[in-house]
C-alpha cells in the first residue's frame, strides 16, 4: 500500500521538528510541579478547546470511527455530537466546581467528599483506563496505519517509536508542552482529514444524493433501529451520554486542561470552543468512512479503511500531511494520558501535596513517572491486536467500567447527602457487576453460546441507574457517617455571570449555542 513520495516525507519532518522545537522551548521554563501537570494554571480559552479536541480525536478516532462508519453506518458519529452535548452542559455543572475548588486531579473531589480510600480507588481506575485504555489503543491505532506506509518497520518497535517520542517532549515540557503542541495537533489534523473528505466526495461528482444512492438503506442515519447491533436509539439515549459524561467530566487526561485555565472564565468558554470543535468529525470522518462502503467494498478489517483512502485517493504531498494529522492524533492522545497518568500518581498515590517535596523532587519525579509509563503504552497494544475492532475495544471496556463512576460523581455533584461508605461499596458492586458482564460475554463467545444480554449501551444505562437507587439507598441507611461538607458541591451561585458582562464572551449564550448545532446535526440525519 505504500506510496509515499519525496514531499511527503519531508512534510512528516518538517511536522517532527515543529513538535520538537515546541517541547524544547517550553521546558526551559519549566519551574515547578503546577507548571508539569497544570501549565501553572495559565490556559486560554482557545489552547484549552484546540487541546480538548485534539486530545480527543485521537488515532483511535480518525481509525475507530471511520471504519465503524464503513462497517455499520454513521451512527458512531453520536458519541462526537454528544460529546458537544455534555461539554456545554459542563460550562454549567462540572467547571465551575471543580475550579472553584482548585483540585489538582479528579479523584481528589472524591477525597474530600469521601475520604482517602474512595480517592485513591478511582484514581487506580482512572489510571487503568487512562494507560490500557485510551494511550495503548492510541498507540495501536497509529501502527496499524502508519504499518501500511512503512511495512518494513515491525508492529514492536513502531509502537516503542510512537510512546517513546511522545514521551520525551511531554516528560520535557509538562501540559503546556502538550497543549501547545495539541493547538498544532488540531490545525493538522483537521486539515488532512478535510483533504481525505474532499477526495472521497469528489469520486461522487461532489452530489450528496449520487453518493448516498450508493449506500445500504440507514448507513447515513444516526438514529438506528432498536434492533440494530452497532448502536440502537436506546442505547443513544442510554448508554453515549453515560460513557461521555465520563470521559469528559471525570476523566482526568480530559479535566486536566480545564483544571489548567487561567480563571472560570477562560474553561467555560473553552469548552463551548471544544463542543462546537466535535461537530466536525461527523463530516470529515464518519462521513468519509460511511461513504467508503461504495468505493473501497469487501475490507475484511475495517480498521484499515482510513489508510485504504489515504493510499488509494490522495496525491503526493496531501498523504504526507494527513500522515502527519495521524502522527499529530497520536501524539495529542499518548502525550495528554502520560501527563495526567504522572499527575495522578504523583498526586493520588505519592501525595507530593501532603509531603511538602520540592519543585525540583516534584518535577524530576513526574519525569520518571513518564518513562515508566511509556513501557506500558509500548507493549500494551500487543493485547489490544487480538480485538476486534480497536473503537469496540475502547467503548466496550468503557461501558462495563464506568457506570459506577458516573452514579457516584454524578450524585455527589448535586447532593451532599451522598456518604463515603455508600460511594465506596456503590464503586465495589459496580465494578464486580461490569467485570462479571465482561467476563460473562467474553465466555459466550469462545463457547459460542448465546449471549442473551442486552447491547452494552443498554446495559451501561441500566447498570447507572440501577446504581444510582443503590448508592442514594445506601447513603440514607448510613447518615452517621457522612462527611461535613459546604464548598465540594454544585450551587445556584455556580450560575452567576462571568465578570466580562458582553454577550459575545457570555458562556450562557455560547454553550446553548453549541448544544443546538449539535441536536440540530443529529435532526439532520436522523
Given at each position: ?120 480507588y ?17 498507540v495501536?491505532?497509529g ?24 514521551g ?25 482529514a ?62 486536566q ?28 470522518m ?6 467508503a ?33 495521524l ?5 495529542s ?12 500518581v ?53 461501558g ?31 465494578h ?95
Amino acid at each position: 500500500m505504500s506510496n509515499l513520495t519525496i514531499l511527503d516525507a519531508l512534510v512528516i519532518a518538517l511536522y517532527f521538528l515543529i513538535v520538537i522545537v515546541i517541547g524544547w522551548w517550553v521546558s526551559r521554563n519549566m519551574k515547578s510541579g503546577e507548571d508539569l501537570f497544570l501549565a501553572g494554571r495559565s490556559l486560554g480559552f482557545a489552547t484549552i478547546g484546540f487541546s480538548l479536541f485534539a486530545s480527543n480525536i485521537s488515532s483511535t478516532t480518525l481509525i475507530g470511527v471511520s471504519g465503524q462508519a464503513y462497517a455499520s453506518g454513521i451512527s458512531v458519529a453520536s458519541y462526537e455530537l454528544m460529546a458537544g452535548i455534555l461539554l456545554a452542559i459542563m460550562a454549567f455543572t462540572t467547571i465551575p466546581v471543580f475550579l472553584r475548588i482548585r483540585i489538582t486531579t479528579i479523584p481528589e473531589f472524591f477525597g474530600r467528599r469521601f475520604g482517602p480510600v474512595a480517592q485513591k480507588y478511582f484514581s487506580g481506575v482512572t489510571l487503568f483506563l487512562t494507560v490500557f485504555v485510551d494511550m495503548a489503543a492510541s498507540v495501536y491505532a497509529g501502527v496499524v496505519v502508519l504499518q501500511a506506509f512503512f511495512p518494513a518497520i515491525p508492529f514492536v518497535p513502531m509502537c516503542i517509536a510512537l510512546a517513546a517520542f511522545a514521551g520525551l517532549y511531554t516528560a520535557a515540557g509538562g501540559l503546556r508542552a502538550v497543549v501547545y503542541t495539541d493547538v498544532l495537533q488540531a490545525i493538522v489534523l483537521l486539515i488532512g482529514a478535510a483533504g481525505i473528505t474532499y477526495a472521497v466526495f469528489s469520486q461522487f461528482g461532489f452530489d450528496w444524493d449520487t453518493a448516498r444512492a450508493t449506500l445500504p438503506e440507514g448507513h447515513l442515519s444516526i438514529v438506528r433501529p432498536a434492533d440494530d447491533a452497532a448502536l440502537p436509539w436506546p442505547g443513544l439515549i442510554l448508554g453515549v451520554p453515560i460513557l461521555g459524561w465520563f470521559y469528559w467530566s471525570s476523566n482526568q487526561y480530559v479535566m486536566q486542561r480545564l483544571l489548567g485555565a487561567k480563571d472560570m472564565e477562560q474553561a467555560r468558554r473553552g469548552a463551548s470552543f471544544a463542543g462546537l470543535l466535535k461537530i466536525l468529525p461527523v463530516f470529515v470522518m464518519a462521513i468519509p468512512g460511511a461513504l467508503a462502503f461504495s468505493l473501497i467494498p469487501g475490507l475484511e478489517n475495517s480498521d484499515l479503511v482510513f489508510p485504504t483512502l489515504i493510499s488509494d485517493f490522495l496525491p503526493a504531498g496531501m498523504t504526507g500531511l494527513v500522515l502527519a494529522g495521524l502522527i499529530a492524533a497520536i501524539m495529542s492522545t499518548v502525550d495528554s494520558t502520560l501527563n495526567s497518568a504522572s499527575t495522578l500518581v504523583l498526586y493520588d498515590f505519592l501525595k507530593v501535596s501532603e509531603k511538602k517535596w520540592s519543585e525540583k523532587k516534584i518535577l524530576t519525579a513526574g519525569r520518571i513517572t513518564t518513562a515508566g509509563l511509556i513501557t506500558i503504552a509500548a507493549l500494551w497494544p500487543l493485547v489490544i491486536r487480538n480485538f476486534p475492532g480497536v473503537f469496540g475495544y475502547i467503548q466496550q471496556v468503557f461501558g462495563y467500567a464506568v457506570p459506577p463512576v458516573v452514579a457516584v460523581i454524578t450524585l455527589a455533584l448535586f447532593w451532599k447527602g451522598v456518604t463515603g461508605r455508600a460511594a465506596l461499596a456503590t464503586l465495589i458492586i459496580g465494578h464486580l457487576i461490569g467485570a462479571a458482564t465482561f467476563a460473562y460475554r467474553a465466555w459466550c463467545v469462545s463457547s459460542g453460546t448465546p449471549d442473551v444480554l442486552p447491547h452494552f449501551l443498554m446495559l451501561s444505562g441500566y447498570t447507572t441507574i440501577f446504581l444510582v437507587i443503590l448508592c442514594a439507598g445506601l447513603s440514607f441507611a448510613d447518615r452517621k457517617s457522612m462527611l461535613p461538607t459546604t464548598e465540594d458541591v454544585w450551587k445556584l451561585s455556580d450560575l452567576n455571570p462571568m465578570r466580562d458582562r458582553k454577550l459575545l464572551f457570555d458562556y450562557r449564550l455560547h454553550a446553548p449555542l453549541v448544544l443546538f448545532a449539535c441536536l440540530l446535526v443529529i435532526w439532520i440525519f436522523r
